[in-house]
Structures are given as structure tokens and as C-alpha cells.
């Protein structure tokens, strides 16, 4: 028993309308695939669903993608983008390879595949490492000196509070109240008090 035609028509039904999309997706593109192997023909296919979600399948690479859509400009007359859309097009393509340069280049910095490097790469890898440490040392040295200048002005406070408490002693003929002397850190000290 075959099934009987259905009326091509929107489906009302959300959820059943969901269940559609996704077999007659999977349809289309086992469809797009067969006849890319069986009959070696060059397939690009775009489904967007309503959801705004995108689903590709291209018989080959990135690059034959391109090719088709070429071969469609040229055969049907129109183009699907302009020449802005092609400059933006070409920049991503640019932004993609200087990403993937700049992906190599940190590998080989953390130490990662630089046996494919020649002398020349090593050196130049090289003087980026040193340039790097030198300006790692030069920070720290500059938090470092920071710190030393907070350090200094901190015991320079110190060694004020200390000579106002001399001078408070000596006003007061070695009177110190007990609350500011000075008790030992040690507890076995506290014992020789």
C-alpha cells in the first residue's frame, strides 16, 4: 500500500510542522548527496528554516562552493551579491588567513611544531621570545620599584611615629603610658617582662 498524496500546503501544527522540516531536511540532503555520487554533479544546497537557523551541504570544499556559485552567475546572469558584498567577502577571507598566521605563530611560541621552521624562522621566533622576557623583566622591575617606594614611604611614616613617641617620652620624663609600649612579638619573651 503506497501513500496517498497530500495537499501541499503550509502545516498549522507547530510541533508537526517541526517534525516535517527536520525529515524532509534530512531527505533533501541525503537527496543532494546521492546525486553528487552517482552522477557526479557539483551541489551546493541551502536550507534556512523559519527559526532563522542555517543548514548547508556543498559536494565538496569551501572552495568548490564558490566555484558553483561562480558557474551560476555566469550562466544565469545574476548575481547574487555586489561588488561591496565581494570586498567584505575578500576581507574575511583576509581576516581568516591572518588569523590562521597568527594561530601558527603563537603555536611555535608556546614551543609547539617548530621543527617545520627554517634557520631563518627560528631566529626571528628567537628574538621575539627575548624582546618578550625584556619586557616581562622591564614590568616586573617597574612593580618592584613601585613597591619599594610604597615599602620606603610606609617606614618612613614608621620611623616618624617613632621619634614623635621619643620626643612624647622625653616631654614627659620616660612617662609612657603602658597602652604604648611596645610588647614583644615573641611569647617567650612575655615570661623575661
Known amino acids: 500500500m503506497g501513500r496517498g498524496k497530500i495537499e501541499i500546503k503550509r502545516i498549522e501544527n507547530s510541533s508537526n510542522r517541526q517534525v516535517t522540516y527536520s525529515k524532509r531536511k534530512n531527505g533533501i540532503i541525503k537527496k543532494a548527496k546521492e546525486i553528487t555520487v552517482l552522477c557526479d554533479a557539483k551541489v551546493s544546497l541551502i536550507i534556512i528554516a523559519s527559526s532563522g537557523k542555517m543548514v548547508e551541504y556543498c559536494s565538496g570544499p569551501q572552495e568548490t562552493r564558490m566555484k558553483i556559485l561562480d558557474k ?61 622576557l625584556a619586557s616581562i623583566r622591564d614590568r616586573m622591575n617597574r612593580a618592584l620599584e613601585d613597591e619599594n617606594k610604597r615599602l620606603a614611604y610606609q617606614m618612613h611614616k614608621m620611623m616618624k611615629y617613632e621619634e614623635n613617641l ?27 617582662m
Open 72 to 132: 551560476y552567475h555566469s550562466q544565469s546572469g545574476k548575481r547574487l551579491w555586489d561588488a561591496k558584498h565581494e570586498n567584505l567577502c575578500n576581507e574575511v577571507d583576509r581576516v581568516k588567513k591572518d588569523n590562521d598566521g597568527m594561530q601558527i605563530e603563537l603555536r611555535h611560541l608556546k614551543g609547539e611544531d617548530i621543527t617545520s621552521l627554517n634557520h631563518v624562522d627560528l631566529m626571528a621566533l628567537e628574538e621575539a621570545i627575548e624582546n618578550g
Open 166 to 192: 621619643r620626643d612624647m617620652n622625653y616631654n614627659n620624663n620616660n612617662q609612657i603610658p603602658f597602652a604604648l609600649r611596645v610588647q614583644p612579638n615573641q611569647p617567650n619573651l612575655h615570661d623575661r
